[in-house]
């Protein structure tokens, strides 16, 4: 009997330090693995106003097939303080380095949020740019309003949306119907007192940039994107897109996040 018991508790060690093993064995597999993963640096996309996360639904399977990390941030909307808070979370998430992208009005939140020591570069996408201590409206006040910037509908609380015919006309013109229709159905209204809201940083400043200028866009004029990628310094790609190239032209834009990336490992 005690010999049955010695060679059961024998049994039970080795089978205990073959775990060991094998756990130690699976830990290095899985660091090897994760080492470059983590020398890539991450994406972290924020979007704009009158969209969400799935506006980014095209050219985020494009930048994956490149082994890249993505996260697109959902903002509130509420507020630059708030949209600012939401991408440092994401930011402080990522394993690495970030790449950080910003559409439209995302452009002003990467505008804050980027000075984060974790972020490599910036990615513009016909996104404003503004400098410290600017707010977003006051932005190209010297030339003609965009078309669709002045067809907004504003709501009781104060927060505006696009009626699905000014997004199909002015925001999203080069995509189909039905696709607009849904992009209508899933926006993000925005608080208009956001776009009052000044920023205490420009990230610009610190970090290396790419901006894409969407020769079509009907809600920030071209050469206000233009002027804002010259002041940034930023290499520069002109889409003959609406304001929504990531819709319209995925692959474009994936190829300058990606350049980023790589510029930045």
């Known amino acids: 009997m005690k010999a ?9 060690r080795t089978l205990a330090a073959a775990a060991a093993i094998a756990a130690t064995g699976a830990g290095a597999a899985h660091a090897a693995a994760a080492a ?3 020398s890539q640096p991450s994406v972290v996309i924020v979007h704009g106003a009158f969209a969400d996360g799935s506006d980014w639904a095209k050219v985020i399977p494009l930048l994956q097939a490149k082994g890249v990390k993505v996260t697109a941030v959902q903002n509130s909307l509420t ?9 440092k979370r994401a930011i402080d998430n990522q394993p690495g380095k970030v790449v950080l992208v910003g559409h439209s009005w995302g452009g002003t939140v990467i505008t804050e949020a980027g000075a ?21 409206s006051e932005l190209g006040k010297d030339l003609p309003p965009a078309p669709g910037i002045t067809k907004l509908a504003v709501d009781k609380a104060g927060f505006a949306s696009l009626p699905p015919a000014v997004l199909k006309e ?31 940083v420009a990230a610009w400043r610190k970090h ?7 020769k079509n866009d009907r809600m920030i004029q071209p050469d206000l994107e233009r002027r804002f990628a010259q002041a940034i310094g930023a290499k520069t790609t002109e889409l003959p897109a609406s304001h929504v190239p990531q819709q319209s032209r995925p692959a ?7 350049d980023a990336v790589a510029a930045s490992k």
């Open 4 to 12: 049955s018991i010695s060679a059961l508790n024998n049994g039970l």
């Open 36 to 38: 470059p993963a983590a």
């Open 79 to 87: 507020s630059l303080a708030d949209d600012v808070a939401a991408a």
């Open 116 to 136: 984060d020591d974790k972020v490599a570069a910036l990615v513009y996408v016909a996104a404003f740019a503004p400098d410290a201590g600017q707010a977003t």
């Open 170 to 200: 002015d925001f999203a013109q080069d995509v189909p119907a039905a696709q607009a229709a849904v992009m209508a159905a899933t926006q993000g209204p925005i608080a208009v007192k956001a776009f009052d809201e000044k920023t205490t």
């Open 208 to 214: 290396p940039s790419w901006y894409i200028v969407s």
């Open 252 to 258: 474009d834009v994936a190829k300058v996040i990606l």
